[in-house]
């Protein structure tokens, strides 16, 4: 069974750049598709990014694109979202999570999550 550790977030200014990381425990964590969700107050979770258990395929959301950037490392366990340009709308609880498919971008695939991670970003 994997278990994930959410670390990295923080209150930062509209333009800046975070990196938030997930340090996974468990042997079978390189045959997981990894992702990272979201939730802002009053709003569902969402998808941003998905990486394959290879790392070779990835996912992005539309609001998100061209800023994000996700990448794992099997050897160390860790998956990690880089943030650039962040937005105020970028405000809300970073969850990472793991889907015992190989990839696959439906939140209910994804059975094993973290606590999350506050991202605060001011205007």
């Known amino acids: 069974q994997v278990q994930l550790i959410e670390s990295g977030g923080g209150l930062v200014q509209a333009g800046d750049s975070l990196r938030l990381s997930c340090a996974a425990s468990?042997?079978?964590?390189?045959?997981?598709?990894m992702g990272w969700f979201r939730q802002a107050p009053g709003k569902e979770r969402e998808s941003v990014a998905v990486?394959?258990?290879?790392?070779?395929?990835?996912y992005y959301a539309d609001s998100v694109k061209g800023r994000f950037r996700i990448f794992r490392d099997n050897s160390e366990n860790t998956v990690n979202l880089q943030m650039n340009s962040l937005k105020p709308e970028d405000t809300a609880v970073y969850y990472c999570?793991?889907?015992?498919?190989?990839?696959?971008?439906?939140?209910?695939?994804?059975?094993?999550w973290g606590p999350g991670t506050q991202v605060t970003v001011s205007s």
């Open positions: 468990g042997r079978t964590f390189s045959s997981y598709a």
């Open positions: 999570a793991a889907s015992p498919k190989g990839f696959t971008t439906t939140l209910r695939d994804y059975k094993v």
């Open positions: 990486i394959s258990w290879s790392g070779g395929v990835t």
